[in-house]
């Protein structure tokens, strides 16, 4: 098990890596682009290229923001559970449902892919191929799914999933 958990923290990692480079690939297009708009100069399907960009930097920040346990959730009932042991029973059966969600999401976005990918759809202006794009959001939602899965699989056990939140009792 801890050699899977090594793998998983590797792979989001690395996802994580990618994450970040879509995000700053992002930023520098939108500083090109006004820069050269603010000299009258612009570039067709700086649009499009955006929207493209923002499909890897927000489907992988996911991913990787389950893995480091950033993500968003609601404690608010779960922060009156004084059994640390219940609390964290509570927190693997709803990760495991919101895994669920996920997948249908994760689903629908494969379907999706090899529909379009089918047709050879490409981006408007630019004709760019969305078809990676498409497939990196499906790689992503997979990682996120596997990480949820696995979360919850830790703490049905009743492990910590190094989350600060769950374990600020047992100090």
């Known amino acids: 098990m801890q050699a899977f958990e090594r ?9 994580g890596i990618a994450g970040v480079a879509a995000i700053l690939a992002l930023m520098l297009l ?27 930097a927000v ?3 996911i991913a990787y923001a389950a893995m480091a346990n950033e993500h968003t959730r609601v404690e608010l009932f779960v922060d009156t559970i004084k ?10 059966v709803m990760l495991a449902l919101g895994s669920i969600f996920w997948m249908a999401i994760t689903w629908a976005t494969i379907r999706e892919a090899i529909r379009r990918g089918a047709q050879g759809e490409t981006s408007p202006i ?7 794009f498409r497939w990196t959001m499906a790689g992503a ?8 899965l696995w979360q919850s699989v830790k703490l049905l056990r009743g492990q910590s999933i190094d989350d600060t939140s769950l374990d ?4």
Do not use: D, M, W
């Not at 793998?7 to 996802?15: K, N, P, Q």
């Not at 682009?33 to 960009?53: C, D, N, Q, S």
């Not at 059994?83 to 693997?92: E, Q, S």
């Not at 939602?141 to 949820?148: M, V």
């Open 126 to 132: 630019i004709n760019v191929p969305v078809s990676p």
């Open 30 to 56: 939108t500083v090109t682009t006004v820069i050269f708009r603010a000299a009258h100069i612009a570039f067709p399907g700086t649009y499009v290229l955006a929207e493209l960009l923002l499909i890897p």
């Open 141 to 148: 939602l997979i990682l996120l799914c596997i990480i949820l």
């Open 7 to 15: 793998i998983l923290r590797a792979v989001s990692g690395i996802a």
């Open 83 to 92: 059994n640390l042991r219940l609390r964290r029973a509570l927190h693997g």
């Open 168 to 171: 600020q009792e047992a100090k």
């Open 59 to 61: 489907s992988i920040s």
